[in-house]
């Protein structure tokens, strides 16, 4: 493995969880980071920590579920650093419940943050990276992709099954096209993040609470992080395509 020295990636969801701790670790082997999510406030505290660390770091608010929005990302990642090398796809929200109809805000919300988010974000890069011959999109999906889906959360499952099948079904396109670009998903299993805050049914929140009360049945964002990358510092005619990652006690 190599290191990501000079490489410049692009992580979506960094204000938290997954996202903050692959961007923190990234700027440690190298990489130059931008970051993305919608709270401006702890965008700018990441960024400063990095920087007070050595590292470069730049960000932009960006709310995935606006294209014209995940545009202005990819054009400010270029402005900014001439390149994009490594597309982290990992903002999402995780609202559970049944299907009620009253929940269809809910639903809309998230369909347009952990589907279309991930199209826009791809459809963005994708011109850029062919250009190029080279770059890497890693698509954070579930273990819910990996799974029946559940039904005390039915349309996030269905919505990470969908995020599973855009990875397969891009890896296999970029490979027809001979573009060089990479494609991993990542179906983390239960991890100790702020997503769970993001369920607003009562019963299903104190069932989420629950399940996420035992700590040697989660992992920690930074031991995610380490598992994706990994997957960056392949070498490049190397690709995880697939890559679910658990507690060993879950």
């Not at 960094?14 to 919608?38: C, P, T, W, Y």
């Not at 009620?100 to 279309?116: G, H, Q, V």
């Not at 890069?125 to 959360?153: F, Q, W």
């Not at 805050?197 to 992080?225: G, H, V």
Request: hydrophobic residues 45%.
């Amino acid at each position: 493995m190599g290191n990501l020295t000079g490489k410049v990636v692009v992580v979506t969801g960094a204000s938290s969880g997954i996202g903050q701790a692959v961007a923190k670790m990234a700027a440690e082997h190298g990489a130059k980071l931008v970051l993305a999510a919608r709270r401006e406030e702890r965008l700018s505290e990441l960024a400063e920590t990095i920087k007070a660390a050595g590292g470069e770091a730049v960000y932009k608010v960006t709310d995935v579920s606006k294209k014209e929005q995940v545009m202005e990302l990819t054009d400010f990642a270029i402005s900014s650093f001439g390149q994009i090398d490594v597309l982290v796809n990992n903002a999402g929200i995780m609202p559970s419940g049944f299907l009620d109809i009253e929940k269809s805000d809910e639903w809309d919300a998230l369909i347009d943050i952990n589907i279309k988010g991930v199209l826009y974000n791809i459809g963005a890069v994708l011109p850029h990276m062919r250009a190029r011959k080279t770059g890497h999109i890693i698509n954070v999906s579930s273990v819910a992709a990996y799974e029946t889906a559940s039904p005390y959360a039915i349309v996030y499952s269905m919505a990470k099954h969908a995020v599973k099948n855009i990875s397969e079904g891009l890896r296999q396109q970029e490979a027809i096209l001979q573009t060089g670009i990479r494609v991993t998903d990542v179906g983390p299993g239960t991890i100790d993040t702020d997503l769970k805050y993001t369920i607003t049914d009562p019963q299903m929140r104190a069932a989420a609470m629950q399940q996420y009360s035992d700590p040697e049945k989660m992992l920690q964002p930074e031991e995610m992080a380490l598992a994706i990358i990994t997957a960056m510092e392949m070498p490049e005619k190397i690709a995880f395509n697939t890559m679910v990652v658990r507690p060993v006690n879950s």
